[in-house]
C-alpha cells in the first residue's frame, strides 16, 4: 500500500530532437510525429470525433498521462467538435518536470499544452484537479502507482469512463501497467460500448483486454508499424443524458462561492443565498494563501498539500488574488527543525529552503533567520476574489431561502442550526493594519505579515480568542507579532479585520453529503483560502456525480458521518458552548 502522502522524483527524460525517451523505463514516450501518432492510434480508432460531437458529456481515461500530449490534443479537439464537458481522468506514476513539458508544448504548439504548463501540479502523490476553458475541460491526474489509483477510483465514479487511451511505456518495460488486474479495473470504471485504443499490439495485452470483457481487433498502422489495437466492451455506445438540477448555496464566502463557481462551470443554475457577499470570515482584505504544512505524512497533510496546489490553480487570474510568493520562518518556539519537517512535504519547485540573507532579499526588510520559500503563494483580498468567483452567468445572489432541489451548506459556524451533531464552533480573530515597513511578500511563522497592495503598510494577525479578549488585547498581541518581527514597535494601527473563523474539534473541514440532496463545506478554520476552494470543487465533483479530487482516504477524513460515529462514544465536545475554549485550529 502507498503512504498517504509522498513527493515523486521527476521522469528523467532524454531528447533526441522531438523524440522524448524515458531513461528510468527505456523506452520513448512517443515517435517523432507525436500528433499524427495520437491522431492515428488513439482517436480515429475510437471514433472520438464522431462520439464527443454527439455527446454533451464525455469521460477519457488515460493510462500513461506522460507529457499531456494525448490529453492536449484530446482537449483541443473536444472544445472544437462538442459544446459539452470533457472529463479526463489519467494516471502517471512518473510525473514530467516543467522543462520537459514546456519542450513538448513547444513542439505540438496546442493551447491546451501550454494551459497544461501553465497548470502543472505539484509533483506529489494523489488525485490532482485542473479545470480549463471555464470548466469545460476537467483533469483529474492521479500521480502514483496505476493500480492504486484505479483502485481509489472505483465505486466513486458515477460517470462511467467512455474511452480510454492505453499509453503506457511498452509491456516489456512496464509489465504492471497491462495486467489482468488493470483492464479489468478499466472494464468495470467504464460505460457500455466504451473503447480501449493502444499502440501495443503485445500478445499479453490482447489478452488481458479479452479477459477483461473487450472485443479486441487490430488496427493497421503500415506503413508506421504493422497494428495498434482498439478493444470494445459489450453494449451499444450512447452519449450520455446529463440530469442538473438547480442548486441552491447558502453562504456567500469562500466555501460557498468556490462551491458556487464549481457548479455553475459545470453547467448547473446556481442560486446563491446570504445577506451580502463576503459577510463572515471571508471578508478578510488580506488572508495568506499558504498551505501550513505538516510534516507527518498523515491524511491532514494530502489535505493541505493537495487544497494548496488546487488553489492557487484555481484563484490564478482571478481578481483579488495577487500571487507574490511567501515566507515561513520557524515559529514562535523559534524551532527550525518544524521547518525541516515539513520542507519534504512539497517537491523543491513549490518549496524552497532560503538563508536569512535570501530571506531578506525576498521579503525587501531584514529577517536575521533562514525560512522556507513557497514561490506559489500569494494573496487574497476576500471580498474581491468571492465577487469575481460568483460572476458568471450562471450564477445568482439571492436574499430569500434556498429553493433549489440540491442544497449546499456553506454557512460556517452556523451549520450546527440545521446539523447540531456537527462538531463545529465559531473562534474569533483578529489581523490589525500598521504602516511600514515595506514589505515585498508575506512572511509567515510566529502568526503572519502580509503587505497591503500600496505595500507602505502590513496586516498583522492573526488572534485566536479562545476566550472573551478585553478591549485592546488583539491588537497589542499583534503587535507583539510586529515587534519581534521587524525587531521595532509599530504605531497605532491603521485599520482592523475583525472574523470569527468555524473551526472543528479536529481540524479538519467537514466536507461531503449529509442526506440525499444536502451538501456540507464547512469548518475551514484558518485555511479557508486553500481548503475551501477544493471544498467547492470536491461539492460539485460529488453532485455532478465525478469521482471528489482527493484520495478515498482523505475524503473519509472529512466527512459528515464522522461526528455522529464519535458521538457514539464520547459527548460532542462543542455542544452548548458559545466558543471554543480549547486550541483547535
Ligand atoms: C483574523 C483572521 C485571519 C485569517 N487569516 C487567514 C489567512 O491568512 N489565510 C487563510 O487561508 N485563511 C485565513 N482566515 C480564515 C478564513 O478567513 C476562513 O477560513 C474563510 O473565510 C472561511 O470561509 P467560509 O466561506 O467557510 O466562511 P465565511 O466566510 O464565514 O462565510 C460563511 C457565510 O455564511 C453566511 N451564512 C451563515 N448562516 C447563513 C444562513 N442561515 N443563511 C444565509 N447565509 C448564511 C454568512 O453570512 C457568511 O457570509 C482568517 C480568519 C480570520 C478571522
Excluded at 470533457?86 to 510525473?95: K, T
Excluded at 510534516?295 to 507574490?324: E, I, M, P
Excluded at 462538531?423 to 503572519?448: H, S, T
Aim: hydrophobic content about 40%.
Amino acid at each position: 500500500m502507498e503512504p498517504l502522502h509522498r513527493v515523486l522524483a521527476p521522469a528523467v527524460i532524454r531528447w533526441d530532437g522531438d523524440r522524448p525517451y524515458s531513461v528510468g523505463f527505456g523506452d520513448v514516450y512517443h515517435g517523432t510525429d507525436g500528433t499524427e501518432e495520437a491522431e492515428r492510434v488513439f482517436l480515429e480508432p475510437a471514433r472520438f470525433d464522431e462520439r464527443v460531437a454527439a455527446a454533451e458529456s464525455f469521460t477519457v481515461g488515460e493510462l500513461g498521462f506522460g507529457l499531456g500530449r494525448n490529453f492536449a490534443l484530446a482537449a483541443e479537439r473536444f472544445l472544437a467538435r462538442s459544446t459539452g464537458r470533457l472529463h479526463y481522468l489519467a494516471f502517471e506514476q512518473a510525473p514530467v518536470g516543467r522543462d520537459d513539458l514546456e519542450r513538448a508544448a513547444r513542439a505540438s504548439g496546442w493551447a491546451m499544452h501550454r494551459c497544461l504548463v501553465d497548470a502543472l501540479p505539484p509533483a506529489i502523490t494523489g488525485w490532482h484537479r485542473r479545470r480549463f476553458a471555464g470548466g469545460r475541460v476537467l483533469l483529474s491526474l492521479y500521480l502514483g502507482d496505476v493500480v492504486a489509483g484505479l483502485e481509489d477510483l472505483s465505486g466513486r465514479q458515477r460517470s462511467g469512463v467512455d474511452a480510454w487511451f492505453f499509453d503506457g511505456f511498452a509491456p516489456r518495460c512496464n509489465p504492471e501497467m497491462w495486467s489482468a488486474a488493470v483492464c479489468d479495473a478499466a472494464a468495470a470504471l467504464s460505460r457500455p460500448g466504451a473503447t480501449v485504443t493502444t499502440y501495443s499490439s503485445a500478445g499479453v495485452v490482447k489478452r488481458a483486454l479479452r479477459q477483461a470483457g473487450f472485443t479486441v481487433r487490430r488496427v493497421d498502422q503500415r506503413p508506421r508499424k504493422w497494428h495498434a489495437l482498439v478493444g470494445v466492451l459489450p453494449g451499444s455506445w450512447s452519449p450520455r443524458t446529463v440530469i442538473r438540477p438547480p442548486v441552491s448555496v447558502v453562504g456567500a464566502g469562500f466555501a460557498g462561492c468556490a462551491a458556487a463557481r464549481a457548479l455553475a462551470e459545470r453547467g448547473f443554475e446556481v442560486s446563491v443565498h446570504d445577506t451580502s457577499v463576503a459577510a463572515g470570515a471571508s471578508a478578510i482584505p488580506a488572508a495568506v494563501v499558504h498551505p501550513r504544512l505538516l510534516g507527518d505524512g498523515s491524511g491532514a497533510a494530502s489535505l493541505r498539500a493537495h487544497g494548496y496546489g488546487f488553489a492557487v490553480h484555481a484563484l490564478a487570474g482571478h481578481t483579488g488574488f495577487r500571487s507574490t510568493g511567501a515566507l515561513q520562518l520557524s515559529g514562535p518556539d523559534g524551532d527550525p527543525s518544524r521547518l525541516e519537517r515539513i520542507l519534504p512535504v512539497l517537491p523543491p519547485d513549490w518549496i524552497a529552503p532560503v538563508s536569512a540573507r535570501e530571506a531578506t532579499e525576498l521579503a525587501g526588510v531584514e529577517v536575521s533567520a533562514e525560512g522556507l520559500h513557497f514561490p506559489h503563494a500569494g494573496l487574497v483580498d476576500g471580498p474581491a476574489v468571492c465577487h469575481a468567483l460568483l460572476d458568471h452567468p450562471r450564477i445568482q445572489l439571492q436574499r430569500g431561502p434556498p429553493a433549489g432541489q440540491v442544497t449546499v451548506l456553506a454557512s460556517a459556524s452556523r451549520i450546527t442550526e440545521r446539523f447540531p451533531e456537527l462538531e463545529v464552533a465559531p473562534l474569533e480573530g483578529q489581523a490589525d493594519l500598521f504602516r511600514g515597513p515595506c514589505l515585498r511578500v508575506p512572511v509567515l511563522g510566529d502568526g503572519y505579515a502580509a503587505p497591503s497592495v500600496s505595500a507602505e503598510e502590513c496586516w498583522v494577525g492573526a488572534t485566536y480568542e479562545y476566550r472573551r479578549w478585553e478591549l485592546g488585547q488583539a491588537t497589542a498581541a499583534n503587535a507583539d507579532r510586529y515587534r519581534r518581527l521587524f525587531a521595532r514597535s509599530p504605531a497605532a494601527p491603521v485599520g482592523v479585520f475583525r472574523g470569527t473563523r468555524a473551526v472543528t474539534s479536529d481540524r479538519l473541514p467537514v466536507i461531503g453529503r449529509t442526506d440525499a440532496d444536502t451538501y456540507v463545506t464547512a469548518g475551514h478554520g484558518s485555511s479557508g483560502t486553500t481548503t475551501a476552494m477544493l471544498a467547492g470543487e470536491w461539492i460539485a465533483s460529488l453532485i455532478a456525480g465525478e469521482s471528489p479530487p482527493v484520495t478515498r482516504d482523505v475524503e473519509t477524513l472529512c466527512r459528515v458521518e464522522r461526528f455522529r460515529e464519535r458521538q457514539l462514544r464520547r459527548p460532542n465536545p462543542f455542544a452548548r458552548r458559545e466558543r471554543v475554549s480549547r486550541r483547535t485550529s
